[in-house]
């Protein structure tokens, strides 16, 4: 820490972190000189999972609260970017400001109520008002219902053109780096530390005086703001939004891929998702090189794989690559 | 009111099996879902075989057990002493498992379960008022299950074992109990239940990838209104949910229609009756963080 950034290279983790930021970072030009440009879409859904899965790992890790029903939060950016588009307002500039306040509304409030229970409780309480709104949005029957709703993607007039695949992914990808610059802060300031202090001893930091209950909630809403980001991304990405993204399913990925990336770790999204959406990719054709038709049940191998990472490998990649003679 | 009576025991069938894993031996498992799910198509294979729906069903009951005791052997074993966060990663790895397994074995597309001969007629629950035997006997099979399951956990030496052992495994493997047949046995138990509620359900739904695990946040939500452990708890929340659900399906659709068009209201009211059990939810732990009937927190 004290001999300068570039001594973070010297570790497997930094190196293969500034390895992983390079890539992403030309990653358009990488896929135009290879021609590979599906590639690209692989890669944006990367990076906005990551942005979704930092969000996550800001109360999962830093508070150690499991949250079950983040991916409501990215549902709700992304309804709010769907609906505004199909009332024929597609200004960015209203569009996003909007999707993060609701999303920030909406965690205050559940926050409000889930963070009054505990352990498995909190678990059950997160994931039923993620289940709450997303029968919600099933019922919208004025946009979609379950077929969910086709939109078209934010306009940012003068600025920036989210048509132009390239562009949006650079757009993606600084915002990946400020969530995660965010996160950085927020980590190592009085206000992550109190978070940190609440999870191995709450009672501790409440004799000290802390409002853990206050600094939990305000945690709890930044983490959803986050969340909402990632869903106006993926609204944008796909220009598609429907209830499937907020099934609770998709909340177990996030989990997924912070606890793959390693808990707490601030680069453990970003190794989580890529390593989550490369096992996705690439395990199938693995698979069937070794019997035809295999591929097509890569789960039944990822399944088992999730089993043996939570039963022996608590720290996720990250602690693998912070291993010092690995 | 009949049918929420019926719906509520389904539920609490699988309820059932899960307070004992999830609230007895506090272990959070998603994969219970798939248990139902599993159960399901053992019994489609097994009446496909045997061409008898009594033998097929009585047949999958041990099947499932033999599933459950494989299951808790191989995984969920070394789950109890970890954290919530684990067994979350765990089982949502074996939800992945068992859907795609069933989906290399049976294939993709659904199956469906005829209704037995012998149950497919109505029977007059009261007087003039006729309803079908199948779905008679479901609740028939979840009054047995409920009474049984209070019997056991309450009353008999291995029922006060399961939750010495669920409080403290050390002490209760110190006086001398097998501790891990004991929780297996109980696990098995568990996947029965499971089981059970997913064949007695294939009739009336559909025997199909994942059928277990959308129910299976509401048998969670059953549990954690009714309060983690108590099987009382579990059964009148999973009558309280039963009786939403069809009120909400077979009165609301009248009532929205009054303040919005048809085809809306009948989309809406199945969403809306859904929500409602995740209002209730919230607003019994907003009143009792641990439930109607729970006393652990």
Known sequence: MTAGPLSALRTPRGLVTAVALLVLAVLPL??????????????????????????????????????FGHAAFLGIGGYAVGILSAEGFESGWLQWPVAVLVAVAWAALIGALSLRTRGVYFIMITLAFAQLVYYLSSGLAAYGGDDGLNISRSRFPGLIDLRDKAAFYWLCFALLCATLWFCSRLAHSRFGYVLRGARSNELRMAALGFPVFRYRLVAFAIAGAFGALAGILLANDGAYISPAIMSWVKSGDLIVIVVLGGIGALFG????????????????????????????YWQIVFGPLLVVIALYARGGIDSLLGLRHG | MLNGVQLGL??????????????????????????????????WTLIGLTDSFMLGTLLALPACFLLGVIVEIVVARRLYARDHLDQVLATFGLILFFNELVRAIWGPEGRSIAVPAFLNRTVNVLPGVPYPAYRFALIVAGVAVAILLAWLVARTRLGMLIRAGASNRRMIAALGVNIELLFSLVFGLGAVFAGLAGLMAAPIASVKIGMGDDILIVAFVIIVIGGIGSIKGAFVAAMVVGQID?????????????FMGAASASAAAPAISQVLIYVVMAAVLVWRPTGLFGQRG
């Open chain 1, 269 to 296: 999204p970003l190794y989580g998702a890529i390593a989550f959406f490369a096992v996705e990719e690439f395990l199938p054709p693995l698979l069937d090189l070794l019997h035809r038709g295999w591929g097509e």
């Open chain 1, 30 to 67: 990488l896929t135009h000189a290879f021609d590979q440009r599906y590639l690209l879409s692989v890669g944006n859904r990367i990076v906005i999972w990551a942005i979704a899965a930092a969000s996550l790992n800001m109360i999962l890790g830093y508070a150690g609260l499991v949250s």
């Open chain 2, 10 to 43: 389904l539920m609490f069938l699988l309820a059932a099996g899960l307070t004992l894993t999830f609230g007895i031996m506090d272990l959070v498992n998603l994969a219970h879902g798939s248990l139902y799910m599993m159960g399901a198509y053992f019994a």
């Open chain 2, 246 to 258: 069809i009120v909400g399906r077979a009165f609301l659709p009248d009532l929205l229609k009054t």
